[in-house]
């Protein structure tokens, strides 16, 4: 027994100091995994800082058929080819910058114009790089602040963490949860299947816009534009649903890809249909999809109200040059961003979206032209501004940075304002458009009460045809 008793106490201080010593391993490893992602970004950093310097001196030498030319081209032409991933197997191996990110977008834009494309994997590289510098200051404490959670409950506490982002793992249960507050009243069992068979048993008007609509929703994302993927018909159903749904707006562009964000994230069609419907029909003004967008057009002018009183530098800068931004943003509140932003910055503006609800796009729209303002204001040409305009979205990749500017520096917003301002220019609009209406039916009148005349010897052909 005294044996047995002695054997114990040294196997239990052999299990003791085994124990401490995978303690020290394992702080050990998760330091030099810290090191090991903080020197993965600022090699990110590096390199997007020499493509920068490659694009400008590009721009400086331009179409030169010099030395100095051929050695930028081909400087050029080996950093977007390079990856990290080529390194030696030797040496610290580095990740490389994944083609698609975790929802199956690009990470790197396919920009057609050539010029274009060292400035996406500046971008991609700037990305990477703030992903991994964020991943331990940032989404490791989110995480642990969701999972700490419970259930879900209308709070202030949930109201900052859906500003903050709800990481990926909780996203489809928080979504289902937030759309079910805004269409429990109109959600009944069977309802999503009933809508189908209503589409089995004859064709919506609406069927062959959709059909049309179905190929160029999002292909720069492989769920959309891979032959074997069940996206693109779990998209086409329930679009045909929604349009059975709400035989007012039947279908109207922009529906496909707010019907295609929410079945990425839900991956369920039922689950994608109601989003869609809550978003239509509870979250936006009404007439916001109609055949005037008259909503949509209001945005915009109150937008453009909103811009000039939080940056008014930037809107002097912009009418100097005669810029029309509606060109830009009319599209951003159409779909929520869904063509605009990266899809981790896009998702955090949306889950904030779906618990807040417009408010919430003119914040991030706001946010977005502060982000950018220098660099709008260093350009002084109008031609520049509008190209500029085409992509800058896409070099956003601080999403705190972002969210503090929408949620910080845009306030005061009272949403009384918001309202009142909506009210005016709908009035306005209306008015307009009335008055488009009396011109047209004028117009309309003027031209039937005249004959139309004639020149002696200028007959049509089946004119002709007919007298031979």
């Not at 997007?48 to 050695?71: F, I, W």
């Not at 811009?307 to 912009?318: D, G, I, T, V, Y």
Request: hydrophobic share 40%.
């Amino acid at each position: 027994m005294e044996a047995y008793r002695t054997q114990n106490r040294f196997l239990n201080s052999e299990i003791h100091q085994v124990t401490k010593i995978w303690r020290k391993v394992a702080e050990k490893e998760r330091a030099l995994l810290m090191k090991c992602a903080y020197l993965q970004a600022r090699n990110c950093q590096v390199e997007s800082k020499y493509l920068a310097g490659l694009r400008r001196l590009q721009e400086a030498v331009g179409d030169e058929a010099s030395e100095c030319a051929k050695l930028l081209r081909q400087l050029t032409q080996e950093a977007l080819q390079w990856e990290a991933s080529e390194a030696s197997a030797d040496s610290v191996v580095l990740s490389p910058i994944s083609e698609y990110d975790e929802y199956g977008f690009l990470t790197v834009p396919n920009y057609e114009v050539e010029d274009l494309k060292l400035l996406a994997k500046i971008q991609a590289l700037e990305v990477r790089s703030h992903h991994l510098l964020a991943h331990e200051a940032v989404e490791r404490p989110l995480r642990e602040r969701w999972a700490a959670l419970g259930e879900l409950a209308p709070s202030a506490e949930l109201k900052q963490l859906l500003r903050e982002g709800v990481p990926r793992e909780h996203r489809p249960r928080v979504w289902r949860w937030l759309v079910h507050l805004r269409v429990q009243h109109l959600q009944a069992p069977g309802r999503y299947q009933e809508l189908l068979s209503w589409g089995q048993a004859r064709e919506h008007p609406a069927a062959r816009q959709i059909e049309l609509d179905l190929n160029r929703t999002f292909p720069n994302n492989k769920h959309f534009t891979c032959p074997t993927s069940t996206f693109p018909e779990k998209l086409r159903r329930v679009l045909l649903a929604f349009s059975w749904q709400n035989p007012s707006i039947g279908y109207c562009q922009g529906l496909n890809r707010l019907a295609a964000i929410a079945l990425l994230v839900l991956d369920e069609e039922e689950s994608a249909f109601w989003c869609l419907v809550a978003i239509v029909e509870s979250i936006m003004p009404a007439d916001y999809y109609s055949k005037t967008l008259t909503s949509s057009q209001v945005d915009q002018r109150v937008l453009q109200d909103l811009l000039s009183e939080k940056l008014p530098r930037l809107m002097a800068h912009l009418g100097q040059h005669r810029v029309d931004l509606s060109f830009v943003t009319f599209n951003w509140f159409l779909v929520v961003f869904a063509d605009s932003l990266i899809s981790n910055i896009l998702l955090q503006v949306w889950d904030a979206f779906l618990y807040e609800g417009t408010k919430v796009v003119f914040r991030y729209a706001l946010a977005i032209f502060k982000y950018n303002e220098e660099e709008i204001l260093r350009l002084q040409d109008a031609l520049e501004i509008y190209q500029y305009l085409h992509f800058f979205t896409k070099t956003i990749c601080n999403s705190q940075k972002l969210m503090s500017i929408a949620f910080n520096d845009m306030n005061p917003f009272p949403m009384k304002q918001l309202r009142q301002l909506r009210a005016a220019h709908r009035e306005r609009l209306e008015a307009e458009l009335r008055e488009l209406e009396r011109l047209k039916a004028e117009y309309l009148e003027t031209r039937a009460s005249q004959r139309p005349l004639v020149p002696e010897g200028c007959t049509s052909e089946d004119e002709a045809d007919g007298d031979a």
